[in-house]
């Protein structure tokens, strides 16, 4: 599906291991052995927007200039072609032929990958956390262009954050594809039909492009693996998809929404409408109108929210952001701030759509129009010319609902069968970028209609959310003014907080280091160090939320 929203997930992470977006930072502490870095334009964001605004922007200032005058800043340093997204649950694709190297993408900038922190709009500064092993570093800029787009909140449903699989980028449908197989794998294993009969139910909520077709391909995965399963043969998998609304892909009209329901059930997919998710244990999910499902995996395709960085700063600046997205001028331009930027997610954009007045909504096809169009922009106001308002001719849209199945609506005419299917394929290789991406997807779909699809698991076991660590004599556990990433526990040894006007204080074994120790910004507000050779245990991920809701640790 070529209209689908783009968004990352907001989750805590293992320590210093690539850290979510927040508008928190550390304003104190900006990495040893960081270098000034001012660019003319910096963009925040490598999804279609950013990537496509920083594409236009290279080409046109040309390698030399462009390096030097123009940043973008991404978390991951690959743009992910999302329509092809559930086609890697599916085993239809590899992931790596649905994603492009920003840096080979985006030839001409300087590509920088790290987590947003804060922007501070008064100095033009944006902090970044670069990684584990390196401090915060401060980029400086003239013009910003903010694209950072939407992030997942999945609190509003209990239990949804603690067992729902989201499908957001190419890491969620490599852990979901390993997630089907190993559940193959266990029913594989057990006697009893019930525990059978719920390892192999799985559950999809949210009946849009990414529901629709992550349960399609899903259904058509598990049917092709389950023949390899001898101890299968007389369970059948289900694949289940609720829907709280009447009816399925809303956006491409209630004729074809209803067809794709009609394909879906035909195939042998449960369509729930008009049904909400109440709750979601480990073993069930359980629905407003009281009906519980037994299922040991629930896909999770609900949950926009703001962007916390794009919030901050717009209560910097006084501007409205309803439902996180900022109205601009026809140009991306905010208005009153001739040097702030907004595309992708977060922007509200007006649009003439044939002679209607709309604001552009935030999907992939008009992402990408917008990256191209602002980068232009762009390098007229750098040029002293006036930038060009937002022009696209709406193509129309798609979406795949199972094997050789799809719907379209392309310029006005409706189709589906074979025919969308056929239409799906074409359009989005001519989309997807790189000519040898575009080959290896060709070769990939010819052989997934002769060959098996693939069901070896290369992903490890998750990593534990409890690990331990060593210091010997002198190292730092962690500086005063780093992001608070993780809860410890000094196992064996001792530690040294140091903090300014205040006399060191001695950790010895048994002692915890919590948020006690970090000041109202989240950040650390002591150093600390080993005293001796010293052992510690690091609480992060879920065993670092449930501490912070509530839970201590104890000495005994």
Not at 69 to 79: F, K, S
Not at 136 to 143: P, Y
Not at 363 to 379: M, P, S
């Given at each position: 599906m070529w209209a689908r929203q783009k968004d990352r997930r907001l989750r805590q992470t293992p320590v210093g291991e690539g850290v979510a977006t927040t508008a928190f930072a550390p304003r104190d502490r900006v990495a040893k052995d960081s270098f000034p870095m001012h660019f003319d334009v910096v963009i925040a964001g490598g999804g279609f927007a950013g990537a496509y605004c920083a594409r236009a922007l290279g080409k046109a200032l040309g390698r030399e200039e462009g390096e030097k005058?123009?940043?973008?800043?991404?978390?991951?340093?690959?743009?992910?072609?999302?329509?092809?997204?559930?086609?890697?649950?599916?085993?239809?694709?590899?992931?790596?032929?649905?994603?492009?190297?920003?840096?080979?993408?985006?030839?001409?900038?300087?590509?920088?990958?790290?987590?947003i922190q804060h922007i501070d709009w008064a100095k033009k500064e944006?902090?970044?956390?670069?990684?584990?092993?390196?401090?915060?570093?401060?980029?400086?800029?003239?013009?910003?262009?903010?694209?950072?787009?939407?992030?997942?909140?999945?609190?509003?449903?209990?239990?949804?954050?603690?067992?729902?699989?989201?499908?957001?980028?190419?890491?969620?449908?490599?852990?979901?594809?390993?997630?089907?197989?190993?559940?193959?794998?266990?029913?594989?294993?057990?006697?009893?039909?019930?525990?059978?009969?719920?390892?192999?139910?799985?559950?999809?909520?949210?009946?849009?492009?990414?529901?629709?077709?992550?349960?399609?391909?899903?259904?058509?995965?598990?049917?092709?693996?389950?023949?390899?399963?001898?101890?299968?043969?007389?369970?059948?998998?289900?694949?289940?998809?609720?829907?709280?609304?009447?009816?399925?892909?809303?956006?491409?009209?209630?004729?074809?929404?209803?067809?794709?329901?009609?394909?879906?059930?035909?195939?042998?997919?449960?369509?729930?409408?008009?049904?909400?998710?109440?709750?979601?244990?480990?073993?069930?999910?359980?629905?407003?109108?009281?009906?519980?499902?037994?299922?040991?995996?629930?896909?999770?395709?609900?949950?926009?929210?703001?962007?916390?960085?794009?919030?901050?700063?717009?209560?910097?600046?006084?501007?409205?952001a309803p439902q996180g997205r900022v109205a601009t001028l026809p140009s991306m331009r905010v208005p009153g701030h001739?040097?702030?930027?907004?595309?992708?997610?977060?922007?509200?954009?007006?649009?003439?759509?044939?002679?209607?007045?709309?604001?552009?909504?935030?999907?992939?096809?008009?992402?990408?129009?917008?990256?191209?169009?602002?980068?232009?922009?762009?390098?007229?106001?750098?040029?002293?010319?006036?930038?060009?308002?937002?022009?696209?001719?709406?193509?129309?849209?798609?979406?795949?609902?199972?094997?050789?199945?799809?719907v379209a609506e392309v310029m006005g005419f409706h189709f589906r069968g074979f025919f969308a299917w056929w239409l799906w394929r074409t359009i989005y290789l001519s989309k997807l970028p790189g000519t040898l991406r575009k080959m290896r997807v060709v070769i990939d779909w010819n052989f997934d209609l002769i060959f098996p699809r693939d069901i070896s698991v290369l992903l490890p076991p998750p990593e534990e959310p409890l690990r331990s660590i060593h210091l010997e004599l002198g190292e730092e556990l962690f500086a005063r003014g780093e992001r608070c990433r993780a809860f410890f526990y000094v196992k064996a040894g001792s530690l040294l907080s140091e903090r300014p006007g205040a006399e060191p204080q001695v950790l010895p074994a048994g002692s915890v280091i919590d948020q006690a120790f970090a000041g109202e910004n989240n950040c650390w507000n002591s150093t600390l160090k080993a005293r001796e050779r010293t052992d510690v245990i690091v609480f992060r991920g879920r065993a670092l939320e449930l501490l912070r809701g509530g839970l201590r640790l104890v000495k005994t």
């Open positions: 005058r123009v940043a973008l800043i991404a978390e991951r340093n690959v743009l992910v072609f999302q329509p092809m997204l559930a086609e890697v649950v599916g085993s239809s694709l590899s992931a790596t032929d649905v994603v492009n190297p920003l840096r080979q993408f985006c030839r001409g900038v300087n590509v920088l990958q790290g987590a944006i902090t970044l956390d670069g990684g584990r092993f390196t401090r915060n570093h401060v980029v400086t800029f003239t013009q910003l262009v903010l694209a950072l787009g939407s992030v997942t909140d999945l609190t509003a449903v209990p239990g949804m954050s603690d067992y729902g699989w989201p499908m957001k980028n190419v890491a969620d449908a490599l852990r979901l594809r390993a997630a089907l197989i190993n559940r193959l794998e266990e029913a594989n294993l057990v006697a009893d039909a019930a525990v059978r009969r719920r390892l192999l139910t799985f559950v999809v909520v949210g009946g849009g492009y990414t529901g629709v077709e992550t349960a399609g391909q899903m259904l058509d995965f598990i049917r092709d693996a389950h023949g390899f399963y001898a101890n299968l043969r007389d369970t059948e998998p289900r694949v289940i998809l609720v829907h709280s609304r009447g009816q399925l892909l809303a956006e491409i009209g209630p004729k074809l929404g209803a067809y794709a329901a009609e394909v879906l059930e035909r195939n042998g997919v449960g369509v729930r409408l008009n049904s909400r998710v109440a709750e979601v244990t480990a073993s069930r999910v359980v629905l407003e109108n009281g009906e519980s499902i037994d299922t040991n995996t629930v896909v999770t395709t609900i949950g926009n929210a703001p962007n916390p960085v794009v919030l901050d700063v717009c209560r910097q600046l006084g501007i409205a001739d040097n702030l930027w907004i595309a992708g997610d977060c922007a509200a954009v007006p649009w003439n759509d044939n002679g209607v007045a709309k604001i552009a909504p935030p999907t992939a096809q008009l992402a990408l129009r917008q990256g191209k169009i602002l980068g232009k922009n762009i390098v007229l106001v750098l040029r002293g010319a006036e930038p060009l308002p937002f022009t696209y001719r709406y193509m129309g849209q798609l979406a795949t609902i199972g094997r050789h199945e799809a």
